[in-house]
């Protein structure tokens, strides 16, 4: 038995998550779109440079939670990451924000700029925040809700940055347009900053780093990395999360072009209010529902429900606003989950990597996690955007009708698709209740020196 996390601590853990959804919305969403359509970038370039970045998170993921497994500190292993990620972050964001007026290869100068100094800095955060998520409690259960608690909090503030545009606009009194936008996207800037900094801070000086394990002692190599994929366990997760992403931010990147250009509604914000809403306000029903079956079953359940109706959007039109609200809030309604529970779903991998291997190495872990996130958003962006390009689309004009069905097939199609073969590979992840109990006990007999038996490779046997 694990002695149960204080709420005050389990809430100064999520808010960092809840600061941090700045990194999300804006910059997959509507960075990408104010760049193009405000800013001059080149729309098939913008795709090139954010797949250059994600490329280089590659590397720099997995290193920086190899690093963390190894810091020695008197705040820890990730809370001095935390600690040191925040300036360049915040600088990070205000640059990107706020852009002057620039030629087109200027233009993509500063953005490619910009976006790569506010990953790297979120990657100094985050990759260590994430590793100490999983560390906080061993419990099959707890885990689960702190990670939903932590995620809840991180939908809660992408929803504060999907309406904060439209806020910001309505309450300044700011003009449709260029230069309204610019203000807008300034405004933005201005205030996360202080948010991100209390948030990470409260973290810093209330959450406890657990001890009494091994902690990691080599330098990371490729050869380490190659080690944490012999994890079977991690093996499938990695791969069907890494599947299934690919569908999931392909929306996230098309959404203001598909509304705008399909549907013909330039007010993107609602519809994101619904999707993300939908979502935290069913997280406790999926969190309860995995207590009762399992972690994997209701994954899968809430994966497949967000998959099988998103995929009706392929249909809609010009003017089907309230059809396609509908089906936002159907796709919305296993959202939460699809975040949650893989979170600790991994954090019970990294157990089963103790009982390989003896040490804890959740930065190693949380690091090619990450990168399967990023190069999975890349990938949607890196595919869609030249693909835009090429069949004709022009900013801020009536689009050609090729146009419109390549919207459609890479909004609806594409991502239920990958959605589905995602949840085809994650059926093969072996990790249940009972086997997770069976992992405990073999990691403390490893830690105690007494023999053991790897828990997954013997329930395998005849």
């Known amino acids: ?147 939903a608690l932590r995620d809840g909090a991180l939908i809660l503030g992408t929803i504060l940055a999907a309406a904060s545009p439209a806020v910001i606009q309505g309450v300044l009194g700011l003009e449709p347009g260029a230069e309204g936008e610019r203000q807008k996207f300034r405004a933005v800037a201005l205030s996360y900053a202080p948010l991100v900094i209390l948030a990470c801070l409260a973290c810093i000086l209330l959450v406890k780093e657990r001890h009494g394990h091994r902690q990691a002692t080599a330098f990371p190599s490729l050869q380490t990395l190659r080690a944490r994929l012999q994890n079977r366990p991690f093996r499938i997760l990695l791969a069907s999360y890494t599947i299934a992403a690919i569908g999931s931010n392909l929306p996230a990147t098309l959404i203001p072009y598909y509304v705008d250009y399909v549907i013909g509604d330039p007010n993107v914000e609602q519809y994101l209010l619904l999707y993300f809403l939908t979502g935290v306000l069913l997280l406790p029903f999926w969190v309860r529902l995995a207590r009762r079956v399992g972690k994997k079953p209701a994954w899968l359940a809430a994966a497949a429900l967000n998959s099988v109706t998103f995929a009706g959007v392929f249909f809609l039109g010009p003017g089907d606003s309230q059809a396609y609200a509908v089906l936002v809030v159907a796709s919305g309604l296993g959202f939460g989950a699809t975040l949650a529970l893989p979170s600790a779903m991994q954090a019970d991998v990294i157990d089963y ?108 046997r005849p």
Do not use: C
């Open 1 to 147: 038995m694990t002695t149960p996390i204080p709420w005050g601590h389990r809430l100064a853990y999520a808010a960092p998550a809840f600061a941090l959804a700045v990194v999300g919305i804006p910059l997959y969403v509507y960075i990408p779109k104010f760049y193009t359509d405000v800013v001059g970038a080149d729309i098939a370039l913008v795709g090139f440079v954010l797949l250059a970045i994600r490329l280089f998170d590659a590397v720099s993921d997995p290193l920086i939670g190899a690093l963390s497994d190894r810091t020695r500190s008197r705040l820890g292993r990730r809370r001095p990451w935390i600690a040191l990620g925040v300036p360049p972050l915040v600088l990070g964001l205000y640059f990107l924000f706020t852009p002057p007026a620039l030629e087109p290869d200027a233009a993509l100068l500063w953005f490619g700029t910009g976006m790569f100094v506010v990953f790297f800095a979120w990657t100094a955060i985050t990759v260590p925040y994430e590793s100490l998520g999983a560390e906080i409690t061993s419990d099959y259960d707890e885990r689960t809700s702190i990670l």
């Open 353 to 460: 990597e103790e009982v390989r291997t003896g040490e804890r190495k959740e930065g190693e872990i949380i690091g090619l996690w990450a990168v399967s996130k990023k190069l999975a958003a890349a990938f949607g962006v890196f595919i869609a955007f030249p693909i835009l390009g090429a069949v004709g689309y022009v900013p801020n004009a009536a689009q050609p009708e090729a146009v419109v069905l390549t919207l459609k097939v890479l909004y609806a199609l594409v991502p239920s698709l990958f959605n589905l073969l995602g949840l085809w590979v994650a059926w093969h992840y072996p990790i249940d209740r009972a086997a997770h109990e069976r992992i405990l006990a073999a990691a403390a007999a490893r830690r105690a020196g007494r023999p053991f038996e790897d828990p997954l490779e013997a329930s395998s």
